[in-house]
């Protein structure tokens, strides 16, 4: 019963450590795709941790009945067409873009607020990332169980101290009179949800198989999702009651803090640089669990490319983390808004088709 618990809340650490990034820990996340609802961006966010549980519920029934180790092996089987291959390769370029970006954003942070150079920042990030990665998923789990209650720790006593020094101005009427930029939310919502889903995917379904319990599995990512709702509600009302003042900002969080001193800033930078250090492992570790698994059919092998095929073959776990991050790390040179401004749409929008395979496929699974 006690390991049982214990499981449930290392996997729901693993589940908010993977969607928690930096733009969540920023607050530029849910500015983007809640706040400017005004009051109904909580029923969105509502919304969202909702999606997660019901959407993981098929994805960690069909991950451990068909015994699957990576995101490619699961869009392999809900949709073994071009459109899953299509979604497959968009998958794999975002994960490696995603790992360049953090790159990129790590020696950026600490260059821009500390003064460190950010080839030093780069340095750290892919150190630190290697030390971890080499443990495998032992490593995944150790470093989220100690990042993401260091979160839960310091939000919590941001959005506690807003709370007691801004009593006065958290009015439910003036939240529901506030001007909205925009309309439909639910939108807004179901594409922020998918988005994460898809990402999430590659280091939770590795995650499945390590326990082998859905009862597990299903538990911690719903707990996850809970705490995530709590967390997000708290950073949103507090943006919200610094509308509009929070859109001029790259780190709204940052902006809040400021009231309250610059220890409070310098613990939020060093939270928000462990998450993009966290979303740094996820990345890399789902790319690395499927070239370890990946495999090829007679249909698909091409003699031209059989030294090609036979390299990749031949990867194991530790190698492909190496060769991930050589990949990565001339991709984070390009820049990070450029980077941001290519894969992210694009992204969004296949993580519904590939929603919605997973659920077309579990239940023709179901009733056959």
Same mark, same amino acid.
Request: net charge positive; charged share 10%; hydrophobic share 55%.
């Given at each position: 019963?006690?390991?049982?618990?214990?499981?449930?809340?290392?996997?729901?650490?693993?589940?908010?450590?993977?969607?928690?990034?930096?733009?969540?820990?920023?607050?530029?996340?849910?500015?983007?795709?809640?706040?400017?609802?005004?009051?109904?961006?909580?029923?969105?966010?509502?919304?969202?941790?909702?999606?997660?549980?019901?959407?993981?519920?098929?994805? #960690?029934?069909? @991950? =451990?009945?068909?015994? +699957? %180790?990576?995101?490619?092996? /699961? &869009?392999?089987?809900? *949709?073994?067409?071009?459109?899953?291959?299509?979604?497959?390769?968009?998958?794999?370029?975002?994960?490696?873009?995603?790992?360049?970006?953090?790159?990129?954003?790590?020696?950026?942070?600490?260059?821009?607020?500390?003064?460190?150079?950010?080839?030093?920042?780069?340095?750290?990030? #892919?150190?630190? @990332? =290697?030390?971890?990665? +080499? %443990?495998?998923?032992?490593? /995944? &789990?150790?470093?989220? *169980?100690?990042?993401?209650?260091?979160?839960?720790?310091?939000?919590?006593?941001?959005?506690?101290?807003?709370?007691?020094?801004?009593?006065?101005?958290?009015?439910?009427?003036?939240?529901?009179?506030?001007?909205?930029?925009?309309?439909?939310?639910?939108?807004?919502?179901?594409?922020?949800?998918?988005?994460?889903?898809?990402?999430?995917?590659?280091?939770?379904?590795?995650?499945?198989?390590?326990?082998?319990?859905?009862?597990?599995?299903?538990?911690?990512?719903?707990?996850?999702?809970?705490?995530?709702?709590?967390?997000?509600?708290?950073?949103?009302?507090?943006?919200?009651?610094?509308?509009?003042?929070?859109?001029?900002?790259?780190?709204?969080?940052?902006?809040?803090?400021?009231?309250?001193?610059?220890?409070?800033?310098?613990?939020?930078?060093?939270?928000?640089?462990?998450?993009?250090?966290?979303?740094?492992?996820?990345?890399?570790?789902?790319?690395?669990?499927?070239?370890?698994?990946?495999?090829?059919?007679?249909?698909?092998?091409?003699?031209?490319?059989?030294?090609?095929?036979?390299?990749?073959?031949?990867?194991?776990?530790?190698?492909?983390?190496?060769?991930?991050?050589?990949?990565?790390?001339?991709?984070?040179?390009?820049?990070?808004?450029?980077?941001?401004?290519?894969?992210?749409?694009?992204?969004?929008?296949?993580?519904?088709?590939?929603?919605?395979?997973?659920?077309?496929?579990?239940?023709?699974?179901?009733?056959?």
């Amino acid at each position: 019963m006690i390991k049982r618990f214990l499981d449930v809340l290392q996997v729901a650490a693993v589940f908010i450590g993977t969607i928690v990034g930096a733009g969540l820990a920023s607050g530029k996340e849910i500015s983007n795709f809640f706040t400017y609802y005004g009051y109904k961006s909580f029923l969105g966010i509502a919304l969202c941790g909702l999606l997660y549980i019901l959407v993981y519920f098929f994805i #960690i029934k069909i @991950t =451990i009945k068909f015994n +699957l %180790k990576s995101y490619k092996q /699961l &869009i392999d089987l809900v *949709s073994p067409d071009a459109v899953g291959q299509f979604i497959s390769l968009v998958t794999s370029l975002f994960l490696i873009g995603g790992a360049a970006i953090i790159m990129a954003g790590s020696g950026a942070i600490l260059n821009q607020y500390f003064g460190i150079s950010k080839w030093i920042g780069i340095s750290l990030m #892919i150190l630190f @990332t =290697i030390i971890v990665l +080499l %443990k495998d998923t032992n490593g /995944l &789990i150790e470093i989220n *169980s100690f990042i993401v209650p260091s979160l839960i720790i310091v939000l919590s006593t941001i959005f506690l101290l807003y709370i007691k020094f801004n009593s006065a101005n958290i009015n439910l009427m003036y939240l529901k009179g506030m001007e909205t930029s925009k309309a439909f939310w639910p939108v807004s919502t179901i594409l922020y949800a998918a988005f994460n889903i898809l990402s999430s995917s590659g280091v939770l379904i590795p995650l499945a198989m390590k326990f082998n319990d859905k009862k597990t599995m299903f538990w911690g990512i719903a707990v996850g999702a809970i705490v995530l709702s709590f967390l997000c509600i708290a950073i949103n009302l507090m943006l919200l009651l610094n509308v509009p003042n929070i859109y001029h900002y790259e780190i709204p969080l940052l902006f809040i803090c400021k009231r309250f001193g610059r220890s409070f800033q310098f613990i939020l930078l060093c939270i928000i640089w462990l998450e993009m250090f966290s979303t740094e492992i996820s990345d890399i570790y789902s790319l690395g669990k499927t070239l370890e698994n990946i495999s090829f059919s007679r249909h698909s092998y091409n003699k031209q490319l059989k030294y090609v095929h036979n390299f990749i073959a031949s990867l194991n776990y530790k190698k492909s983390i190496f060769i991930i991050i050589l990949i990565a790390l001339p991709i984070s040179q390009i820049g990070f808004s450029k980077l941001i401004k290519l894969l992210y749409p694009s992204f969004g929008v296949i993580s519904i088709f590939f929603i919605a395979k997973c659920i077309i496929f579990y239940f023709k699974k179901h009733n056959s």
